[in-house]
């Protein structure tokens, strides 16, 4: 059971089959074009990211990536290693803030990956989908009531090479490996396990005909809600997860709960809190 009391009003009528979704609201969106532009959550004059981009470059420099995917796969992994998966709810969170609080969302660690890519010169969109709130119960197993029915995610897509790769894409070759899938449990988030496994939102090709298939990821598609030129018109479009009420409520506790960990971190500390960012506005560059 999943709750649909703590998301906003949807005014759009609700399509009854994944395959009828993809059919009316997918195709229009499916040619948007992406952007190299600053969005309100990708806020990419702001020093911090400016700060985390140069980084970036030069560890790339020091391994001889050289070209914009590998530079890429190197941005990923300096945000696996930095900042700390945890469950915000805070869908417009600015990037710079993200880096600034050293944690994040899933959606807030791939927002930064593309904001890096932007300031790198690459084009980025992302894929707008209503994913069933069951996906996350192995991570909340005695809260599935609390889970909402459905989640906006934004899965993100860089122009390369003259075509379009979404960011599992961005990885490949002999070290990666499937045996494991993904199982949506413990400290490895999809953020992580895009850069070992192949993730499929629409068929179960990408695991292979002899894996048990955990990361075929159809049968938790609701509706796919096309492309968008970037996250911040997604999510003007088609609202955050939650509602403004629901996500005060549960920032205070999920921005700080770590994947994997059995309860929320302590939010007793020494060090002062970080500074509040006016919320960022959602925007269709």
Same mark, same amino acid.
């Given at each position: 059971?999943?709750?649909?009391?703590?998301?906003?009003?949807?005014?759009?009528?609700?399509? &009854?089959?994944?395959?009828?979704?993809?059919?009316?609201?997918?195709?229009?969106?499916?040619?948007?074009?992406?952007?190299t532009c600053p969005t309100s959550i990708l806020d990419l004059e702001h020093p911090g990211l400016v700060a985390f981009v140069a980084?970036?470059?030069?560890?790339?420099?020091?391994?001889?990536?050289?070209?914009?995917?590998?530079?890429?796969?190197?941005?990923?992994?300096?945000?696996?290693? &930095?900042?700390?998966?945890?469950?915000?709810?805070?869908?417009?969170?600015?990037?710079?803030?993200?880096?600034?609080?050293?944690?994040?969302?899933?959606?807030?660690?791939?927002?930064?990956?593309?904001?890096?890519?932007?300031?790198?010169?690459? *084009?980025?969109?992302?894929?707008?989908?209503?994913?069933?709130?069951?996906?996350?119960?192995?991570?909340? *197993?005695?809260?599935?009531?609390?889970?909402?029915?459905?989640?906006?995610?934004?899965?993100?897509e860089f122009r390369l090479d003259g075509a379009w790769v979404a960011i599992d894409g961005l990885f490949g070759g002999d070290d990666?490996?499937?045996?494991?899938?993904?199982?949506? &449990?413990? *400290?490895?988030?999809?953020?992580?396990?895009?850069?070992?496994?192949?993730?499929?939102?629409?068929?179960?090709?990408?695991?292979?005909?002899?894996?048990?298939?955990?990361?075929?990821?159809?049968?938790?598609?609701?509706?796919?809600?096309?492309?968008?030129?970037?996250?911040?018109?997604?999510?003007?479009?088609?609202?955050?997860?939650?509602?403004?009420?629901?996500?005060?409520?549960?920032?205070?506790?999920?921005?700080?709960?770590?994947?994997?960990?059995?309860?929320?971190?302590?939010?007793?500390?020494?060090?002062?809190?970080?500074? &509040?960012?006016?919320?960022?506005? *959602?925007?269709?560059?």
């Open positions: 059971m999943t709750s649909r009391l703590l998301m906003p009003v949807r005014i759009t009528t609700r399509t &009854t089959t994944r395959t009828a979704a993809r059919t009316t609201t997918g195709t229009a969106a499916e040619e948007a074009a992406g952007s980084r970036v470059l030069r560890e790339a420099d020091e391994r001889g990536a050289v070209t914009a995917r590998d530079r890429l796969r190197v941005a990923h992994g300096i945000v696996a290693a &930095t900042v700390r998966p945890v469950y915000s709810v805070e869908d417009l969170r600015r990037v710079s803030r993200t880096l600034r609080l050293g944690r994040g969302s899933c959606s807030q660690r791939m927002a930064v990956l593309e904001a890096v890519a932007r300031s790198l010169g690459v *084009p980025t969109r992302v894929r707008g989908m209503r994913v069933d709130g069951a996906f996350w119960y192995p991570r909340f *197993p005695r809260l599935h009531a609390f889970v909402p029915e459905e989640v906006v995610l934004a899965w993100p990666r490996t499937r045996e494991h899938g993904f199982t949506n &449990t413990g *400290p490895e988030t999809l953020f992580e396990a895009v850069a070992r496994t192949g993730v499929d939102w629409d068929a179960p090709s990408a695991c292979g005909a002899d894996s048990a298939a955990p990361c075929d990821f159809s049968a938790h598609l609701r509706t796919d809600l096309g492309r968008f030129t970037s996250r911040d018109e997604l999510f003007a479009r088609h609202g955050q997860t939650l509602c403004r009420p629901a996500r005060t409520l549960a920032e205070p506790v999920l921005g700080r709960w770590s994947a994997g960990a059995a309860a929320p971190a302590s939010q007793t500390t020494t060090a002062s809190p970080a500074p &509040t960012d006016p919320p960022a506005r *959602p925007s269709a560059a």
